[in-house]
């Protein structure tokens, strides 16, 4: 006779585990399998039936997949954590005996814990590990911000500054940066790598208070995973552009107090010399010497040697003629066929020149600030500025707290284009440059060209610092600053009013007539309309009645989401013609 099923031995039932039984599955402690489950990217999963997989119990518990701890139980990081529990028990026996020398013996020995073999298991391709470095950037970020914590954390704090500053530079010298954005929480920085947009958010550079109710071991835990993954990918990016990893720190800039400025790019580790000397002389050596050179400048140059060697192109002609076909080709001339692209075939799906236009434009982008020398006043930003200055082919320098010019040149320089204020006023000005506010900087970025400086003079009123994450939708409110066409600054407006339901029209209606308002106007709208506008209003009334009733209570969900949006819009834009009135009131009285 077939053997009878019983209940909870197939099904999802035996589909999940509880935490409980998952770690004395493993036999490790609910720490270790925090860590571990981080590590490996294992999460608690919410069964559809909790009474099914509870065996009839409702309690709130966590579950887990059953696959998901099989897979745990063959992790070679299960006898790591052994050997360290092992070794924690040994120590502690020998200080209790007051045996310091072996207690020492056994510190020099303590077993070691390597995260690589979890890196190339969860990141098969170099794609899916840049896919998955916002969440490392921002951790590795905001740990590196957090300098006020206890001395025993101090070095992974270190490390994280350490690797955030070798990202910026290699952002810097890639020239991939391509949106910043001024927040409550933080600076949003967004880099195109790889064809991957990769985002993140960098604190600002206040007292970082430590709110007691966080619990600092699990995001540790995550912290010693993603610190691992940044070294794989920061060693993979510099490889790929050929610098040195890790870089070479400047010992004169550290102690000039600079981080990012600290590392010592290629060209001026081939130029500068090793110095012995310390302090603000040696500093200054190092600042005045050549900075790195960036490709505008070398395709400068390139262009420059290939006009001169135009005029010996005619003498050459000929002895190119008397050349054997079957030569070998030279550097440059295998340079040249690799730069030339194929035409493409017919057919091809690939719009070659919308591609090649793409490429143009984000070059052109990346120079934005070549040319222009920037000086920072003490009160500004001085590390984000730094950034994204450099990112744009700008130079820049300010004074530190020692007063040594950080960047080569003092304040009095004539060569200072732009000098970036945060004051209302400032006391004495130099000719010849302009003073602004940092928010310029930011919304030159944003706009992809070097805007005006008047709206961004000291003291003035700035203009709204819009997101440029935010991407317009129909029925969306834009600001006036957002819209690319002047001319028709009601345009998402009226495409929202073609969205409004019926419901929402009667309702129009209803209103207008309760505030005495006639509703001709309402009435001369829909008379107005076309015959096919009414007729595809009717083949809608049709479509909803046909709908089943789900379908139809899913259809007014949608509607009244729309509708609720289509009121936030109005709403910000009464506030916007309410403030635009209070200002024009204000430079009346005025």
Same mark, same amino acid.
Request: with cysteine; hydrophobic share 40%.
């Given at each position: 006779?077939?053997?009878?099923?019983?209940?909870?031995?197939?099904?999802?039932?035996?589909?999940?585990?509880?935490?409980?039984?998952? @770690? %004395?599955?493993?036999?490790?402690?609910?720490?270790?399998?925090?860590?571990?489950?981080?590590?490996?990217?294992?999460?608690?999963?919410?069964?559809?039936?909790?009474?099914?997989?509870?065996?009839?119990?409702?309690?709130?518990?966590?579950?887990?997949?059953?696959?998901?701890?099989?897979?745990?139980?063959?992790?070679?990081?299960?006898?790591?954590?052994?050997?360290?529990? =092992?070794?924690?028990?040994?120590?502690?026996?020998?200080?209790?005996?007051?045996?310091?020398?072996?207690? *020492?013996?056994?510190?020099?020995?303590?077993?070691?814990?390597?995260?690589?073999? &979890?890196? %190339?298991?969860?990141?098969?391709?170099? @794609?899916?590990?840049?896919?998955?470095?916002?969440?490392?950037?921002?951790?590795?970020?905001?740990?590196?911000?957090?300098?006020? %914590?206890?001395?025993?954390?101090?070095?992974?704090?270190? #490390?994280?500054?350490?690797?955030?500053?070798?990202?910026?530079?290699?952002?810097?010298?890639?020239?991939?940066?391509?949106?910043?954005?001024?927040?409550?929480?933080?600076?949003?920085?967004?880099?195109?790598?790889?064809?991957?947009?990769?985002?993140?958010?960098?604190?600002?550079?206040?007292?970082?208070?430590?709110?007691?109710?966080?619990?600092?071991?699990?995001?540790?835990?995550?912290?010693?995973?993603?610190?691992?993954?940044?070294?794989?990918?920061?060693?993979?990016?510099?490889?790929? =552009?050929?610098?040195?990893?890790?870089? #070479?720190?400047?010992?004169?800039?550290?102690?000039?107090?600079?981080?990012?400025?600290?590392?010592?790019?290629?060209?001026?580790?081939?130029?500068?010399?090793?110095?012995?000397?310390?302090?603000?002389?040696?500093?200054?050596?190092?600042?005045?010497?050549?900075?790195?050179?960036?490709?505008?400048?070398?395709?400068?140059?390139?262009?420059?040697?290939?006009?001169?060697?135009?005029?010996?192109?005619?003498?050459?002609?000929?002895?190119?003629?008397?050349?054997?076909?079957?030569?070998?080709?030279? *550097?440059?001339?295998?340079?040249?066929?690799?730069?030339?692209?194929?035409?493409?075939?017919?057919?091809?799906?690939?719009?070659?020149?919308? &591609?090649?236009?793409?490429?143009?434009?984000?070059?052109?982008?990346?120079?934005?600030?070549?040319?222009?020398?920037?000086?920072?006043?003490?009160? &500004?930003?001085?590390?984000?500025?730094?950034?994204?200055?450099?990112?744009?082919?700008?130079?820049?320098? $300010?004074?530190?707290?020692?007063?040594?010019?950080?960047?080569?040149?003092?304040?009095?320089?004539?060569?200072?284009?732009?000098?970036?204020?945060?004051?209302? !006023?400032?006391?004495?000005?130099?000719?010849?440059?302009?003073?602004?506010?940092?928010? $310029?900087?930011?919304?030159?970025?944003?706009?992809?060209?070097? #805007?005006?400086?008047?709206?961004?003079?000291?003291?003035?009123?700035?203009?709204?610092?819009?997101?440029?994450?935010? &991407?317009?939708?129909?029925?969306?409110?834009?600001?006036?600053?957002?819209? *690319?066409?002047?001319?028709?600054?009601?345009?998402?407006?009226?495409?929202?009013?073609?969205?409004?339901?019926?419901?929402?029209?009667?309702?129009?209606?209803? *209103?207008?007539?309760?505030?005495?308002?006639?509703?001709?106007?309402?009435?001369?709208?829909?008379?107005?309309?076309?015959?096919?506008?009414?007729?595809?209003?009717?083949?809608?009334?049709?479509?909803? @009645?046909?709908?089943?009733?789900?379908? !139809?209570?899913?259809?007014?969900?949608?509607?009244?989401?729309?509708?609720?949006?289509?009121?936030?819009?109005?709403?910000?834009?009464?506030?916007?013609?309410?403030?635009?009135?209070?200002?024009?009131?204000?430079?009346?009285?005025?």
């Amino acid at each position: 006779a077939m053997r009878q099923k019983k209940k909870g031995e197939s099904g999802e039932a035996t589909a999940f585990i509880s935490r409980t039984r998952a @770690i %004395r599955r493993l036999q490790i402690s609910l720490n270790d399998f925090r860590r571990l489950c981080i590590i490996k990217g294992i999460y608690p999963r919410e069964p559809k039936n909790k009474k099914k997989v509870g065996k009839g119990s409702n309690a709130n518990k966590t579950y887990y997949f059953v696959k998901d701890i099989i897979f745990l139980s063959h992790e070679p990081l299960l006898r790591k954590f052994r050997e360290f529990k =092992i070794f924690l028990r040994k120590v502690k026996h020998a200080v209790s005996r007051k045996e310091e020398s072996t207690a *020492e013996e056994l510190r020099k020995a303590r077993p070691l814990i390597t995260l690589d073999h &979890v890196v %190339r298991e969860r990141y098969p391709t170099f @794609i899916d590990a840049l896919r998955d470095m916002d969440d490392a950037l921002c951790l590795v970020f905001l740990f590196a911000s957090m300098s006020n %914590r206890k001395l025993s954390q101090r070095a992974l704090f270190g #490390k994280c500054s350490a690797m955030a500053n070798e990202f910026l530079h290699y952002v810097i010298e890639a020239r991939c940066l391509r949106k910043v954005f001024l927040s409550i929480k933080g600076i949003y920085y967004q880099a195109e790598i790889m064809g991957q947009d990769i985002t993140w958010i960098v604190p600002y550079q206040f007292t970082t208070t430590v709110p007691p109710d966080v619990d600092f071991k699990i995001m540790e835990s995550f912290l010693e995973f993603y610190a691992t993954l940044m070294r794989f990918v920061n060693f993979k990016l510099y490889q790929s =552009i050929n610098l040195q990893y890790p870089p #070479k720190l400047s010992e004169a800039r550290l102690k000039a107090g600079l981080a990012l400025g600290a590392i010592v790019s290629q060209t001026e580790a081939v130029a500068l010399p090793e110095q012995a000397a310390d302090g603000p002389e040696a500093m200054d050596a190092e600042s005045a010497a050549p900075g790195p050179a960036s490709k505008g400048d070398i395709k400068a140059a390139v262009a420059a040697a290939a006009a001169a060697l135009s005029d010996e192109s005619a003498d050459e002609e000929e002895d190119d003629d008397d050349k054997d076909d079957n030569a070998p080709l030279t *550097e440059a001339e295998e340079r040249a066929v690799l730069d030339a692209f194929p035409a493409p075939l017919e057919g091809a799906s690939e719009d070659l020149g919308a &591609v090649q236009a793409d490429l143009a434009a984000n070059d052109r982008f990346s120079k934005l600030f070549n040319g222009l020398v920037f000086y920072l006043s003490r009160e &500004v930003p001085q590390t984000s500025l730094d950034f994204v200055i450099r990112a744009f082919g700008g130079k820049v320098s $300010w004074e530190n707290d020692a007063g040594v010019s950080i960047g080569g040149f003092d304040e009095s320089n004539e060569s200072i284009t732009h000098q970036i204020v945060d004051r209302p !006023k400032q006391s004495h000005t130099f000719l010849g440059r302009a003073y602004v506010q940092p928010q $310029w900087v930011y919304d030159c970025i944003n706009a992809r060209e070097v #805007k005006s400086t008047a709206p961004y003079k000291p003291g003035e009123l700035l203009p709204p610092h819009l997101s440029p994450f935010v &991407v317009a939708q129909t029925g969306d409110y834009v600001p006036a600053e957002a819209r *690319e066409d002047e001319d028709a600054p009601m345009a998402v407006a009226e495409e929202a009013e073609e969205v409004l339901s019926d419901d929402d029209l009667y309702q129009q209606e209803l *209103e207008a007539e309760t505030k005495g308002q006639a509703s001709g106007d309402l009435k001369l709208k829909k008379t107005a309309k076309p015959k096919g506008r009414s007729e595809a209003k009717e083949a809608k009334e049709l479509a909803k @009645i046909m709908m089943t009733k789900r379908d !139809k209570h899913l259809y007014q969900k949608i509607m009244h989401s729309k509708a609720a949006k289509q009121k936030e819009t109005r709403k910000l834009r009464r506030k916007k013609v309410q403030l635009d009135e209070a200002a024009k009131r204000i430079d009346a009285s005025a």
